[in-house]
């Protein structure tokens, strides 16, 4: 069984940082596409980063210049580093991947999601 676990949430004064971590488990072949996407208290979720197997990266235009998605291909990890947070950057913030396992025996690509960490920035 594949999972993804997140990991480095939590509150942080506007202005300043927090890093997240997101690391994939289970009998994983390959990993193709990850990412972070967030939603905000009472809105749809959205996409904030998300970083190629070759390490080519695309942002969100609102977090471009203080976010920084990265990934270690080894460790089947996928940081991002968030620098001068700001209260509307406050959101459960969710990890993705797109990844080739073994489940039950069978090779197959799946699209999968961590649980979920929170991230509440203060004014």
């Known amino acids: 069984q594949v999972r993804l676990v997140e990991s480095g949430g939590g509150l942080v004064q506007a202005g300043g940082s927090l890093r997240l971590s997101c690391a994939a488990s289970?009998?994983?072949?390959?990993?193709?596409?990850m990412g972070w996407y967030r939603q905000p208290p009472g809105k749809q979720r959205e996409l904030v980063a998300k970083?190629?197997?070759?390490?080519?990266?695309n942002y969100a235009d609102s977090v471009k210049g203080r976010f920084t998605i990265s990934r270690d291909n080894a460790k089947n990890t996928v940081s991002l580093q968030m620098n001068s947070l700001k209260p509307e950057d406050t959101a459960v913030y969710y990890c993705?991947?797109?990844?080739?396992?073994?489940?039950?025996?069978?090779?197959?690509?799946?699209?999968?999601w961590g649980q979920g960490t929170r991230v509440t920035v203060s004014s």
């Open positions: 970083i190629t197997s070759g390490g080519s990266t």
């Open positions: 993705n991947a797109d990844i080739r396992a073994i489940v039950v025996g069978i090779v197959r690509w799946d699209d999968y």
């Open positions: 289970g009998t994983i072949l390959n990993i193709n596409n």
